[in-house]
């Protein structure tokens, strides 16, 4: 019987789509083993979205803070609570999402607890007794499955490890103190800059519109922004792109950035590479467009458009279009 707890993240009030997954697998792992799950939301507002987390299915801890704290790191203000309550309640295993906070997150908990750490999960389920993490190395050449050598420990994984699925019955939902907490040395967030035209973040995209070398330029990866406003998708993009500068950092899908698991990808000039098809391989479809038809992308696309991106990606625009327009 072992007792799984989820490191849960917030965002404009609500747990992110990471954490609806992390719930789920914890939910899934706990009734494998017999024992119980638990979802703890740290910060100011945690409460409100306390009953969405609770519908996927483990009992969640709630610790609110107040804005005192809000001037300061999430991972700073979440990880000491994280680590009082670890202390108190003495979970077997800590699953945290690989975000960039969940990551500062699972950094400053292996100081504080001491526990051992599986770092970047593709997936993870309970076999053998204890919880088996697929791990991708190589540039994603070579997958490996690990396990703890001892019965307790952090996991951290990536978007797309499993199917956020509500349960059947919601868990319960508690209010805790945290007492003998361990503040890290204060540091304040002064001043924080939104990218100028950032999208919504390409982990909780339906619908993703990938562009690579394929495009050209940054000119030609305009077509790529249009069929995704079309589409009412996110745009993402191949390290080639990123390293030209046609996009930010924060659509890179692939080993080295995102790993997404949209409903649709649709990919523009991407030849498929074992990096990139590591970040795309959960995807629910995936329609490749592309000139070279023995392309690596073939192999695993689900549909291929053989011909010329900037022929077929603008007809296809506008057809969407017009049927949006005539309702």
């Not at 990919?267 to 479809?285: D, E, F, L, R």
Request: aromatic content about 4%.
């Amino acid at each position: 019987m072992a007792e799984i707890w989820t490191i849960g993240e917030i965002a404009d009030g609500a747990p992110t789509r990471l954490t609806l997954e992390l719930a789920t697998l914890a939910r899934g792992m706990a009734e494998a083993s017999g024992g119980t799950a638990r979802t703890l939301l740290v910060g100011q507002g945690a409460g409100s979205a306390a009953a969405e987390a609770a519908s996927y299915g483990p009992a969640v801890l709630v610790v609110e803070t107040d804005a005192a704290l809000a001037s300061r790191p999430i991972a700073n203000v979440v990880a000491p609570r994280a680590a009082a309550l670890i202390a108190q309640h003495s979970p077997d295993f800590v699953l945290v999402g690989a975000s960039n906070d969940g990551k500062d997150v699972a950094g400053l908990l292996l100081g504080l607890t001491d526990l051992p750490i599986l770092y970047n999960g593709a997936a993870a389920a309970w076999a053998d007794g204890g919880p088996q993490v697929e791990m991708s190395t190589f540039g994603g050449k070579l997958v490996t499955h690990s396990a703890f050598n001892g019965s307790r420990g952090i996991i951290v994984l990536r978007s797309g490890a499993i199917t956020a699925e509500p349960a059947a019955s919601a868990g319960s939902v508690e209010t805790a103190g945290v007492d003998g907490v361990s503040e890290l040395p204060e540091v304040k967030v002064v001043d924080s800059v939104t990218e100028a035209g950032a999208a919504a973040p390409i982990e909780e995209a339906r619908i993703i519109v990938g562009g690579g070398r394929g495009v050209g330029s940054a000119d030609g990866f305009r077509l790529v922004e249009d069929l995704a406003a079309a589409l009412g998708g996110a745009v993402g993009a191949t390290r080639a792109v990123v390293d030209s500068g046609w996009i930010g950092y924060s659509q890179q899908i692939g080993q080295t950035g995102k790993i997404v698991k949209p409903a649709l990808y649709v990919a523009c000039g991407i030849s498929g590479a074992i990096q990139h098809k590591v970040g795309v391989q959960t995807a629910g479809t995936i329609v490749a467009i592309n000139r070279d038809p023995d392309a690596p992308i073939a192999e695993f696309a689900d549909l291929m458009v053989v011909g010329d991106l900037f022929e077929i990606v603008p007809r296809l625009t506008e057809a969407i279009q017009a049927r949006k327009a005539a309702g």
